[in-house]
């Protein structure tokens, strides 16, 4: 069973990320606000629940939340600030949207940035070890995966319905038939030993 709370007594938000590793798409994250009655067997890291499992997850984490909101940073802010950068601002653009200031966030992993001055602790491994932070994984996944599938209706041919835009050997393959789309991040280079691509200059 997960954890409900890093601090005791006070309202704390977790938050996650996902699409960090991918060659395409924005990366996603939220910030999750649970009460602390909330509880769920099946709750985990996202990592770790199914597609299906998932999606069942999400109506009940959203009805149940405090507060909860998403953010993004697409690709080509991604290329401008980097991926680590990308992934933390992210998940300020989740705390801003969120309807209640909470009073200290939990971060799966161990970088993050100061935000508004809340006190924070990151966690490696968090999303499998606080409800809130496997809460948020769950919704950053689960819309980014939503977003993904609608790019996939305009590219089809990368396959990202099935690998979300991450470096699958499918996915390279396309790259290296197709080249690049305009969602592709060209900050990220695959070794040379996966794939020679030419991503441009900027």
Known sequence: MLL???KRG?????CDEAGRGC??????AAAVILPGNFSSELLNDSKKLTE???YELRPIIEEAAIAWAVGT???LEIDKVNILN???????RALDQLTVRP???IVDGNRFKPYQNIPYTTVVKGDGKY???AAASVLAKTYRDDFMLALHEEYPEYGWNQNKGYPTAFHRKALSEFGITPYHRKSFRLIDTQLKIDFGDE
């Open 23 to 28: 060659l395409a798409g924005p990366v996603f």
């Open 103 to 105: 009073d200290h966030i």
């Open 73 to 75: 940073y697409d690709h």
């Open 86 to 92: 990308a992934s933390i601002f992210s998940m300020h």
């Open 4 to 6: 409900h709370n890093l």
């Open 131 to 133: 409800l809130s932070i």
């Open 10 to 14: 006070v309202i704390e938000a977790g």
């Open 52 to 54: 299906k499992q998932r």
